[in-house]
């Protein structure tokens, strides 16, 4: 029997529609199989709270989703697991609705604001153990990775020099462990805590199972927000114990654990303490930019010195307008360099101080042209000898996930200027180097880097 053309392009027709069908259907499998969905599991994603709008998932996926309608998450968003949460019987106190008013207005000058998708996936995960980056974070996009880079520079500190006899190499930062990386990043955060709550009281925030603050028409609620539970503790070492015995909560995945430290760090300042701090130049914390928020130098400041200090210079100066900025007052432990190519050398407010340049340990928070890094040496007597200055060993952390190990840069305070001079056109700074040998010289203004064969970054 023939099969007339009309019947064959049918039952091509049919045949297309079943595979389109099994495919639609092998896509959904995998989803659920991803999300361990079932008929009793159907609110999972009204209950973690930690999915983007629409407009976000669109961002990030490239697949529009329909406004206004619950979605089954898509496939890159298998990845993040529920949100870590307690029990409201914990202890603690919750959080209030004039608490949670005053805590967004500080952070982005209204209540109706909430944070950017990529702020929500943020939080302080480590490289694998036992390798070249050990002692790192991993960093991804987006204004949180200010936060993580400034708590790097806190880890930094305490694995090569914290309860140190001698100083540690870069060897035995490649070789930290599991639990040594959980020590690590509980000190940090307990200590940077600490010290911005004037190493008095500091208070962390976790997430619990309870709402305890609805939306109003002028708060708007984020679904995890609401459900802080605030924990005051009187001693730093109680406070490292709290921290590590609920690191899960700022270290797991989908924690929100930078916003939880950025909500502690502010509580633990007091709104009080931040109201001194700032000045007319800075009213809030973040500021938006491309969709997202980028950290004020404010929060920088708060986590290098305790105090929210919204200027880099030294003490106090005053405005264009006359009024009085506020700058860094003391030391820190780990200091900060600043260089970007659209700022002028003769910008006195923007010129970072002695007081972040020259901190009590070797350990830098970098901005280069934007971007967030560590600069650190494994020898403690960097600062404090000026022998070991004259040529000396750097190392770089970048975060950037094409970066595999840290970067290790020599520098020479000693070279020729004869010699510099022929590399350099004087009437185009920086033009034959690299922005970040253009950092390291905001420090030392004659030095010379060498990159051992590394092509220079940021």
């Known amino acids: 029997m023939q099969v007339s053309e009309q019947e064959q392009c049918s039952w091509e027709l049919d045949l297309e529609e079943i595979t389109r069908k ?4 092998d896509k959904w499998r995998q989803i659920f199989s991803c999300h361990r969905l079932g008929t009793n599991n159907t609110t999972l994603q009204n209950h973690e709270g930690n999915h983007p709008p629409a407009d976000e998932t669109e961002a990030e996926t490239g697949i529009p989703q329909p406004k206004g309608q619950g979605y089954w998450p898509s496939s890159s968003l298998c990845s993040i697991p529920k949100l870590p949460i307690i029990s409201s019987k914990s202890g603690g106190f919750p959080i209030s609705l004039a608490m949670a008013t005053k805590l967004r207005q500080t952070i982005f000058g209204n209540a109706m604001q909430v944070f950017s998708y990529d702020w929500k996936k943020a939080y302080f995960g480590f490289h694998d153990p036992f390798s070249d980056l050990a002692f790192a974070l991993e960093v991804g996009k987006g204004g949180a990775r200010s936060i ?5 520079g806190s880890i930094i500190k305490h694995l090569l020099f914290t309860g140190k006899e001698k100083d540690c190499n870069l060897q035995s930062l490649c070789a930290v462990s599991k639990r040594e990386q959980d020590q690590g990043l509980a000190t940090a955060l307990a200590g940077i805590l600490w010290m911005a709550g004037a190493a008095e009281k500091a208070t962390v925030c976790l997430v619990t199972e309870d709402t305890h603050v609805l939306s109003t028409p002028d708060y708007s609620g984020d679904d995890f927000t609401e459900r802080l539970q605030l924990f005051e503790l009187s ?5 490292e114990r709290f921290i590590y015995d609920h690191l899960q909560c700022f270290k797991g995945e989908g924690s929100h654990g930078v916003i939880l430290f950025l909500y502690s760090l502010i509580f633990s300042r007091t709104f009080e303490r931040l109201q001194k701090d700032l000045d007319a130049s800075t009213t809030h914390l973040l500021q938006p930019s491309a969709g997202s928020f980028l ?3 404010a929060v920088l400041n708060m986590i290098l010195t305790g105090r929210a200090s919204p200027n880099v210079f030294n003490g106090y100066q005053r405005g264009e307008s ?3 900025l506020h700058g860094v007052l003391t030391r820190s432990e780990v200091g900060y360099l600043r260089w970007c190519k659209d700022v002028s050398e003769d910008d006195r407010l923007s010129q970072v101080g ?3 340049k020259t901190p009590k340990l070797p350990i830098w928070l970098c901005n280069i042209n934007g971007n967030p890094g560590v600069l650190f040496s494994t020898n403690k007597q960097l600062l404090s000898d000026w022998r070991v200055e004259r040529r000396f060993d750097l190392y770089l952390y970048g975060g950037r996930p094409s970066q595999k190990k840290p970067v290790h840069l020599t520098v020479d305070t000693h070279s020729h200027h004869w010699e510099r001079n022929q590399h350099e ?10 922005p970040v040998e253009m950092a390291i010289r905001t420090k030392w203004r004659e030095a ?3 990159w051992h064969g590394t092509v220079p970054f940021l």
Request: hydrophobic share 35%; charged share 20%.
């Open 322 to 324: 006359q009024e009085i």
């Open 354 to 356: 002695s007081m972040l």
């Open 448 to 450: 010379t880097i060498n």
């Open 22 to 25: 099994i495919s639609f259907l």
């Open 425 to 434: 056109d004087e009437h185009v700074p920086g033009r034959q180097f690299s």
């Open 148 to 152: 993580q880079m400034a708590v790097q």
């Open 295 to 297: 950290c004020r130098q």
């Open 235 to 239: 001693e730093k070492e109680a406070t």
